[in-house]
């Protein structure tokens, strides 16, 4: 399968701060969906990304899927404790793989 | 909607002991396939299934088997437990996914089996 990597690792932030992880690739991706686990849970679907340049936006949330479609992001604004977790790309080659995910841990 | 069913929840082996994870889904999916999740690590493929009858092994698939007779039920089947496969296992289906097109549909995750090997 496609390796998407992601970046950075673990990232603590002060509630109220905003957040964003990257997610990288060598090669071109037909699409890329984004997950949320939370701690002691399993991933939970976030969105999917299919277009060049595509954005998208869930509340604080904000999505983007690069012009060459080899990477993409996920922005936090104003982060709150209910969006600590381990957030992760993934995107379906010849199977569905995941990066390896971003850790947020956001302090009170 | 029950979603997708793992079962046991935790399980402890001794070393060489085998055992079945059991995983069901009630939404007629066509993909199943199981994840497993060490600390502080992502989720690495073990095997998928494009549907009933059809397997394929995924990163990580040393050490485990799988079947799928039917659409609801994907079984991973340990042949003789090591240290190395204590991990959380997660189990997931998709309506129907296809490589590399731009639509796919999205995973379902089951709560997972939390395994120690001693």
């Known amino acids: 399968g496609q390796q998407v990597m992601q970046i950075p690792q673990y990232q603590h932030v002060q509630e109220g701060e905003d957040f964003t992880t990257y997610c990288n690739s060598s090669t071109t991706l037909s699409n890329i969906q984004w997950y949320k686990q939370r701690p002691g849970g399993h991933p939970v679907f976030l969105i999917q990304?299919?277009?060049?340049?595509?954005?998208?936006?869930?509340?604080?949330?904000?999505?983007?899927?690069?012009?060459?479609?080899?990477?993409?992001?996920?922005h936090i604004t104003a982060t709150q404790t209910t969006d600590v977790g381990t957030y992760f790309c993934g995107n379906y080659g010849q199977n569905f793989v995941f990066g390896p995910g971003t850790r947020l841990s956001v302090l009170p | 909607n029950a979603g997708v069913t793992q079962t046991p929840k935790f399980q402890v082996l001794k070393t060489g002991q085998s055992m079945t994870l059991q995983c069901a889904q009630d939404m007629n999916h066509?993909?199943?396939?199981?994840?497993?999740?060490?600390?502080?690590?992502?989720?690495?493929?073990?095997?998928?299934?494009?549907?009933?009858?059809?397997?394929?092994?995924?990163?990580?698939?040393?050490g485990y088997n799988v079947s799928r007779s039917t659409t609801e039920d994907f079984p991973l089947r340990l042949l003789s437990a090591a240290p190395s496969q204590t991990s959380v296992y997660f189990c997931a289906s998709s309506r129907a996914l296809a490589p590399n097109v731009p639509d796919n549909s999205p995973l379902h995750f089951g709560n997972g089996t939390r395994l120690t090997v001693t």
């Open chain 2, 30 to 62: 066509e993909y199943m396939s199981w994840y497993r999740q060490d600390p502080g690590m992502g989720l690495r493929l073990i095997h998928y299934s494009v549907g009933a009858g059809i397997t394929d092994q995924g990163e990580v698939p040393n």
């Open chain 1, 49 to 74: 990304l299919v277009k060049s340049g595509e954005v998208k936006k869930q509340k604080r949330l904000t999505f983007q899927f690069g012009e060459a479609k080899k990477n993409s992001s996920l």
